[in-house]
C-alpha cells in the first residue's frame, strides 16, 4: 500500500506571513509549482496560496491596464489571500483513500 509519505517532496518552498504575492508569483513561476504552504514562525501550516487565488488576486484588483502588476504584488500580502482551512493527513496516510461520497 502507497502511503503518502511516499509522495511527499524532501524540500518544500514556503512563504510567511508578511511575504508578498509577489514573493509567491516568482516562486510558483521559478519551481512550476501551483501551490506554496504559508507557514508561521515555528514552521506550522496555517495557510496555502494557490495559483487560482494568486490570477484571481491580479483580476479582482483595480485596473490592470492602468496600474503596473508588479507594483500591484508587492502591496498585496499572502495572509490576504491565502486558503484558511487547509485540511492535513498524517505521512502514513494511505495515498489511495476512497471517496467519502456515495455515488
Known amino acids: ?11 518544500v518552498e514556503t512563504l510567511q506571513v508578511g511575504d508578498s504575492l509577489d ?5 510558483m513561476k521559478a519551481g512550476h509549482l501551483r501551490h ?3 507557514v508561521d514562525g515555528a ?3 496555517i495557510g496555502l496560496v494557490t495559483h487560482r487565488k ?10 490592470p491596464r492602468g496600474e503596473d502588476s508588479d507594483a500591484v504584488a508587492v502591496e498585496i500580502l499572502v495572509e ?5 482551512n487547509v485540511l492535513t ?13 456515495s455515488p
Open 36 to 38: 506554496l504552504p504559508v
Open 23 to 27: 514573493l509567491a508569483r516568482h516562486l
Open 89 to 101: 493527513v498524517s505521512p502514513d496516510t494511505s495515498a489511495a483513500l476512497g471517496s467519502a461520497c
Open 43 to 45: 514552521e506550522h501550516l
Open 1 to 11: 500500500m502507497m502511503l503518502v509519505k511516499d509522495l511527499m517532496t524532501s524540500v
Open 54 to 63: 494568486l490570477l484571481s488576486a491580479w483580476v479582482s484588483h483595480g485596473d
Open 80 to 84: 490576504m489571500l491565502m486558503e484558511c
